[in-house]
């Protein structure tokens, strides 16, 4: 079975810093890409980040580029997400998924096909 757990959200102040977790199980890094997505209510998801050991691809969106890296955790099955210089409007639930296809941030969230339950993020003013 395929599990991935987020973690490490919370509320932190604009020019603050976070990082978030992705514990996976169940797949092999190297056959999968992971994303980092986020969404807020009523509001389309939109790709942040992604990640693929297998080819040692990495990217960003515009807006955190400079702000977010990504990273493996090879030893403990974990994508890490370090987001400095939050601002308020990266206020969103995050959410860490797994796809067939190696990273790049056009890869459409319809291709991931595991996801995580999300952990919220809020930016305070």
């Known amino acids: 079975e395929v599990r991935l757990v987020e973690s490490g959200g919370g509320l932190v102040q604009a020019g603050g810093s976070l990082r978030l977790s992705c514990v996976v199980s169940g797949l092999n890094f190297d056959d999968y890409g992971i994303g980092w997505f986020r969404q807020a209510p009523g509001k389309g998801r939109e790709i942040v980040s992604c990640i693929s050991k297998g080819d040692g691809s990495t990217d960003f969106i515009d807006s955190v580029k400079g702000r977010f890296t990504i990273s493996i955790d090879n030893a403990k099955n974990t994508v890490n997400l370090e987001m400095n210089s939050l601002k308020p409007e990266d206020t969103d639930v995050y959410y860490c998924?797994?796809?067939?296809?190696?990273?790049?941030?056009?890869?459409?969230?319809?291709?991931?096909?595991?996801w995580g339950q999300g952990t919220q993020v809020t930016v305070s003013s």
């Open positions: 998924a797994a796809s067939v296809y190696f990273c790049h941030t056009s890869v459409p969230g319809d291709e991931y096909a595991y």
